[in-house]
């Protein structure tokens, strides 16, 4: 499956932006996607991730409380609404899927097989 994020863009501090990550094909069963995303020179770091199945989400402390993530399985696509942007979110935002990945695991990027291209985030102070 190949994976489609967009909807990032330049944003001010205290903004709000959507990304969407699309599925080239019906996406379903046990599959979680997750978020990522990596500032420049830091490693790629978990943003928050979501069943496809059960909806169950997790999320990064640092986005806790101002990021959701939903997903609309009839469109195959999963969204990321960032709210109260920081410019410490700046950074290339990837979506990541993966049909067997275990729940401990939803934060690592090794674990999933499946990644988008990245949108780029840009939030200005």
């Known amino acids: 499956v190949q994976l489609q994020a967009s909807g990032g863009g330049p944003v001010q501090a205290g903004g709000s932006l959507r990304l969407s990550c699309a599925g080239s094909?019906?996406?379903?069963?046990?599959?979680?996607v997750g978020w990522f995303r990596q500032a420049p020179g830091k490693e790629r770091e978990f943003v928050a991730a979501?069943?496809?199945?059960?909806?169950?989400?997790s999320y990064a402390d640092s986005v806790k409380g101002r990021f959701a993530i939903s997903r609309d399985t009839a469109r195959s696509t999963v969204y990321l609404q960032m709210n109260r942007l920081k410019p410490e979110d700046t950074a290339v935002y990837y979506c990541?899927?993966?049909?067997?990945?275990?729940?401990?695991?939803?934060?690592?990027?090794?674990?999933?097989?499946?990644w988008g291209q990245g949108t780029l985030v840009t939030v200005s102070s």
């Open positions: 094909r019906r996406i379903s069963g046990r599959v979680v």
């Open positions: 979501i069943s496809l199945s059960s909806g169950t989400t």
């Open positions: 990541a899927a993966d049909g067997t990945i275990i729940r401990s695991s939803w934060s690592m990027p090794t674990q999933y097989a499946y």
